[in-house]
C-alpha cells in the first residue's frame, strides 16, 4: 500500500504543466523543489505552506541557476490547484475571491488573497521519510531538470548548511551575550553571511525595526537587510542578539552612527547632521520611537551592543 502511495506521487511530479511554448520555464519543479528543501531543513513542520519571503528566496536560488528568465513564484503557487495534491487557503474574508479568481500574477495579490498552501496529507507524510523524499526529489530532477543535477546538488549542500547555520545561531542564545568572539562561529562566508540574514529575517519578518517598513517585489524580494549592530569586522559576532533587520536607507544611516538605540529600545538621534527632505522621511522623526521587538524576549538585540554603538555615534 505505501509503494502504491509513493507511485502515485512519482506520477503525479512527473506530469506538471511546464510552459514550453517560452522556452525553459520550470516554475512548479522548482516550487516543489524548493518546498522539499524547507521540509527537509524543518522550515515547514507542518502541513502548510503559506507564501513567504523565505520560500522565494529558496526558490530564487533554484531557478536562477537553471534560467535567466524572469522568475515569479505566484504562477507556480496559484496554477499548482489544478493538481489534485495541492490546495489553497484563504485569508480571512477572501474565501469568495480565492473561488472566483482565475489567475494571479504578482506576490503581494498572492499573500492578500492566499494564507497557505497544504498538501495530500499522504504526500506531506511521504516528504517527511527520508527515503521517499529523495526518490520524489530525484523524480523532479530527472523529468524537467537532468542537465542542471550537479547545479542543484551543489544549492542543495548549500542550503543545508546555510540553514543549519541559521538554526545554530537561533540556538546560540542559550549563551552570554559576547561583545567580541576571538573568532566567527562559522568561517565559511559563503555560509555565514546568508545564514545570519536568514535567522534575522525569520526573528522580524523581513520588517524594518525602525521606520517598521515591510516591502515585498512582485517576486517576493525584500527591501530589508539584516545589520550587525556591531560590525563584524569590529566582533566577528554574528549572534543573533548583535543583530537587527533594516530597510536599505537606515541600515546605510545606522552603520554611519548617525542614529542608534538607547537602553529602553528607543532610537536616539545624533545631532551632527543636516538633513533636508519630507519630514516622514527625515531620520530627526524617528527620534524618541521606540524599535520593533522579536516576540520571544531572549531573541532580543543586546543591549551591551547598542551601548557599544551608541558610543560610538557620541565619539563622532
Not at 98 to 105: A, F, P, R, S
Not at 162 to 175: C, K, R, T
Not at 247 to 256: G, N, Q, T
Request: hydrophobic share 40%; glycine share 2%.
Amino acid at each position: 500500500m505505501a509503494n502504491e502511495i509513493l507511485q502515485k506521487y512519482i506520477r503525479e511530479f512527473s506530469s506538471l504543466r511546464i510552459d514550453r511554448a517560452h522556452g525553459n520555464a520550470p516554475h512548479q519543479p522548482v516550487l516543489l523543489l524548493s518546498i522539499i528543501e524547507q521540509i527537509e531543513q524543518g522550515q515547514i513542520e507542518n502541513n502548510e505552506i503559506p507564501p513567504s519571503p523565505h520560500l522565494v528566496e529558496v526558490f530564487l536560488k533554484y531557478w536562477n541557476s537553471i534560467t535567466n528568465r524572469k522568475p515569479n513564484i505566484a504562477l507556480p503557487f496559484f496554477h499548482l490547484k489544478s493538481r489534485s495534491f495541492w490546495h489553497h487557503h484563504p485569508n480571512p474574508d477572501y474565501e469568495k475571491a480565492l473561488e472566483v479568481v482565475t489567475q494571479i500574477k504578482t506576490f503581494s495579490q498572492l499573500r492578500k488573497i492566499i494564507s497557505h498552501a497544504s498538501l495530500d496529507e499522504d504526500l506531506f507524510a511521504l516528504l517527511n521519510q527520508p527515503l521517499e523524499r529523495e526518490i520524489l526529489r530525484k523524480t523532479l530532477i530527472d523529468k524537467y531538470l537532468p542537465h542542471r543535477l550537479n547545479e542543484i546538488q551543489r544549492i542543495i549542500s548549500e542550503e543545508q548548511q546555510i540553514s543549519g547555520f541559521s538554526q545554530e545561531l537561533l540556538n546560540y542564545v542559550q549563551h552570554e551575550f559576547s561583545i567580541e568572539l576571538d573568532e566567527p562561529i562559522e568561517s565559511d562566508k559563503k555560509i555565514r553571511e546568508p545564514g545570519f540574514r536568514r535567522a534575522i529575517m525569520r526573528i522580524y519578518d523581513y520588517t524594518c525595526v525602525v521606520c517598521k517598513l515591510q516591502i515585498l517585489t512582485l517576486n517576493g524580494e525584500s527591501v530589508t537587510e539584516a545589520a550587525h549592530i556591531i560590525p563584524f569586522t569590529n566582533s566577528n559576532n554574528d549572534d543573533v542578539r548583535n543583530g537587527i533587520s533594516l530597510c536599505k536607507l537606515h541600515h546605510w544611516a545606522f552603520d554611519r552612527f548617525l542614529f542608534s538605540v538607547d537602553e529602553s529600545f528607543y532610537v536616539t538621534v545624533s545631532d551632527l547632521m543636516t538633513e533636508n527632505g519630507p519630514a516622514e522621511w527625515k531620520l530627526a522623526s524617528l527620534n524618541g520611537k521606540e524599535i520593533l521587538l522579536p516576540e520571544q524576549q531572549e531573541l532580543y538585540p543586546a543591549k551591551e551592543a547598542f551601548a557599544w554603538h551608541r558610543e560610538k555615534m557620541l565619539s563622532q
